[in-house]
């Protein structure tokens, strides 16, 4: 990893705090000279909540970078649907386990 992609992931580490909804599995960025672009896979319904939260994120990291375009994509990918690892470097994963114990349905290995 280049020290521009770790800078680029670092902002979003910082971007997300605060912004991180329910339904949020994952958030994939991908850059390059001239823009940072992201994609946050949301398990459900993508509710307003997600739409305002993911336009914040993206406010954030344009004003760490105003030299470069930035834009998002939210995509409802629910479980049991696997998130893609053909693109995009993740920034955010969710981890989430349930009062027992047991991992959230999309975090088990199948």
Do not use: K, P, T
């Given at each position: 990893m280049t020290s521009r992609e770790t800078s680029i992931s670092l902002s979003f580490q910082a971007a997300l705090l605060g912004l991180v909804t329910t339904g949020l599995r994952t958030v994939k960025i991908d850059s390059n000279e001239q823009?940072?672009?992201?994609?946050?896979?949301?398990?459900?319904?993508?509710?307003?909540?997600?739409?305002?939260?993911?336009?914040?994120?993206?406010l954030r990291i344009a004003r760490a970078f105003p030299d470069k375009e930035v834009y998002h994509v939210l995509i409802r990918q629910d479980y049991p649907e696997r998130i893609s690892t053909a693109r995009g470097q993740p920034v955010f994963e969710s981890h989430y386990r349930y009062p027992d114990g047991n991992l959230a349905p999309w975090e088990q290995t199948p």
């Open positions: 823009s940072i672009s992201f994609v946050a896979y949301i398990d459900g319904a993508i509710s307003e909540l997600d739409r305002d939260c993911m336009a914040e994120v993206e």
